[in-house]
């Protein structure tokens, strides 16, 4: 007995090695067959195809790089009586099918193929898992058509109208139906609030055309209206007013929103501080203003006083002339928010703009400098505020023509804030001391480790000035000329802007075609605009757009004269032209989005459509 089951033992091991050795030659000549194949060898690897299609268990692995052999060869004759004969041996494998459906097409057979793959998707189409499956595989062949049609069969047949949203946005894509892909990827977002802000990136990825968005703005108004009580909606049309720069759009909507949903405004104050670091002082303005008029006390409240009269003061300090009248006002309204707050970190704040207004407006450097100490020497007050405070402070003793107080200052700030923005701030002002001073390799040094600091901004102020220095002390051994524009910039600062234009002219005269004339002639024009002189402004400003077209400040000098009309001369029919013009002549600026902006605010694009019903603001 145990003789024999000795034997068994030996026969069956001998089948299972057999087994394995038929196994692994069939891996080699899959292998031998791939290689034929990514080699241009296609007869070899058709021949070797054939022969392992024999074996059914081989079809998973062979089965599509065969397919595409025949494909390359152009025998589709062989592959369709290859497919038809699959398709009778396994009729339940649909892959067979749509490749059967897909090789009508490559045959010129349109009409079958269509019908053939539609027929192919129609039976299956209460089978959720094969009809994803199915539609993928189509997606994927790039039966973009079929694909569609797959799953709308089965979000129909599964009666919800969510299902394969991200698939169907994506296939809209590939078939540039913007607006049915932009629905879609609401109809995702609505699916979950949890994917709005996923449905956001894509958006901003995707629609990157103004038309696009404007689209987008109108489907959620439609939207809106059918559905008045979906936040989601109002959410997505607030984000798309802040990609348009439609601050006052995206306020009436959060305005609305937050009324329905009892918020305390926080929304809101988001939107106005977003409007205010994109330079919409009057917008801001408006929505700071309702916010202290909705919220009488609170953290919100706080925020949204200090935020009202700082965007008064950037709008006061941008209409020329300075209206001190208006600075004098700013001050009091400051020193109201204090008493009527109390002393934490908002009302500092506040105290720091009083200062600094005092200081470079009003020449009234000794009550800078009185609350600026009062400020540092506070009790419990963060490290930031008080570095903060220590910038300021050396600021006004520059202004004051007391620059080694000011470095001492700015020393013990790059010391207390290492590594940090303040720091590197405080170093940036160091080396404009040392630019102003004529000791331009000193400040170049400082201007190097800034060109890596963290901070965007300050690495970007860094580059710029780096290379204002380069550029005009290359070819000019005596430095005579970048030594006097650096004087004028330092006039400027300390407000002395008669004598920093008597300057320029002399340097016009005396440095004719030097590599700085263009860098005088913006100073000269900004500094007739802060007078007032808008006129002469405007000439100075139009000579650089004509005599240095194609140099860095053409676009600056052009940009700026749009918002003169604009802003200071009311004079809209003249801006929109400038603007108009300015997007054709410079469509790669970084004030290129800004023009658009304001060309389309003046031109009444801007439609204001809140919700409903529009909240009683009373």
């Not at 932009?182 to 996923?198: D, G, H, R, T």
């Not at 609305?256 to 305390?264: S, V």
């Not at 207004?357 to 450097?365: G, I, M, N, P, S």
């Not at 009062?374 to 963060?382: L, S």
């Amino acid at each position: 007995m145990d003789k024999y089951i000795k034997r068994l033992l030996v026969v069956f091991g001998l089948l299972i090695g057999c087994s394995g050795l038929v196994q692994s030659q069939d891996v080699q000549k899959i292998n031998l067959a791939n290689q034929y194949y990514e080699q241009g060898d296609l007869q070899k690897a058709q021949a070797l195809f054939e022969e392992l299609v024999k074996k059914p268990k081989n079809l998973p692995q062979i089965h599509a790089r065969y397919l595409l052999v025949l494909n390359q060869l152009g025998d589709l004759e062989t592959a369709e009586k290859y497919l038809e004969k699959l398709i009778k041996q396994y009729p339940d494998i649909i892959q067979y099918q749509l490749d059967l459906g897909i090789l009508y097409r490559k045959e010129g057979r349109e009409e079958l193929a269509d019908e053939y793959i539609s027929e192919t998707l129609q039976r299956i189409k209460a089978h959720k898992f094969q009809i994803i499956s199915a539609s993928q595989y189509l997606f994927n062949k790039h039966e973009i058509d079929h694909a569609l049609y797959g799953y709308k069969l089965s979000r129909e047949q599964e009666k919800d109208s969510h299902l394969y949203a991200l698939e169907l946005a994506e296939i809209y894509r590939r078939l540039n139906m913007k607006e049915e892909m932009v629905s879609e990827y609401l109809n995702f977002a609505s699916s979950n609030p949890n994917n709005i802000n996923y449905v956001k990136n894509v958006l901003q990825n995707l629609l990157t055309e103004e038309e696009d968005l404007i689209s987008l703005e109108e489907l959620l108004y439609q939207k809106i209206q059918k559905n008045p009580n979906e936040s989601l909606y109002a959410s997505l049309l607030i984000w798309v007013n802040l990609q348009q720069q439609n601050f006052h759009g995206a306020f009436v909507q959060a305005r609305a929103l937050d009324k329905r949903e009892k918020g305390e405004g926080e929304r809101v104050i988001k939107i106005g501080k977003i409007a205010l670091d994109n330079h919409d002082y009057k917008n801001a303005i408006k929505i700071f203003n309702y916010l202290t008029r909705q919220y009488h006390s609170g953290i919100n409240y706080e925020l949204a006083k200090r935020y009202l009269i700082k965007s008064r003061e950037e709008l006061v300090k941008t209409t020329f002339p300075v209206d001190t009248t208006e600075i004098a006002n700013l001050i009091e309204d400051y020193r109201n928010m204090v008493m009527e707050i109390g002393i934490n970190e908002r009302t500092l704040e506040a105290m720091r703009s009083q200062a600094l207004l005092y200081a470079f407006y009003l020449d009234r450097k000794d009550s800078a400098i009185q609350i600026l100490t009062k400020i540092i020497n506070t009790p419990g007050i963060n490290q930031q505020l008080i570095a903060q405070a220590k910038i300021d402070l050396g600021d006004i003793y520059l202004l004051n023509g007391e620059p080694w107080e000011s470095t001492l200052l700015y020393s013990q700030v790059e010391k207390l804030r290492k590594d940090q923005p303040l720091g590197y701030e405080a170093k940036l002002r160091n080396a404009k001391l040392s630019y102003y001073k004529g000791e331009f390799e000193l400040a170049q040094s400082h201007l190097d480790i800034l060109k890596l600091a963290t901070s965007r901004e300050i690495a970007n102020n860094a580059m710029a000035l780096s290379l204002l220095i380069q550029d005009n002390t290359v070819f000019d051994s005596t430095n005579q000329a970048m030594q006097a524009y650096a004087q004028v910039e330092l006039d400027l600062f300390q407000n002395k802007y008669h004598v920093a234009l008597d300057k320029l002219e002399m340097m016009l005269d005396r440095y004719q075609g030097h590599s700085l004339t263009d860098e005088i002639l913006w100073l000269r024009g900004n500094i007739l605009l802060e007078l007032g002189e808008f006129t002469e402004a405007l000439e100075t400003l139009s000579q650089i757009v004509k005599d240095y077209e194609y140099d860095i400040l053409s676009d600056d000098a052009y940009f700026l004269i749009g918002t003169i009309f604009e802003d200071q001369l009311q004079d809209y029919n003249q801006a929109m032209e400038v603007y108009n013009d300015f997007m054709v002549r410079y469509p790669g600026s970084i004030y290129s989005a800004e023009a658009r902006k304001r060309y389309r605010a003046l031109r009444g694009d801007f439609k204001e459509a809140p919700l409903s019903p529009e909240p009683n603001l009373n």
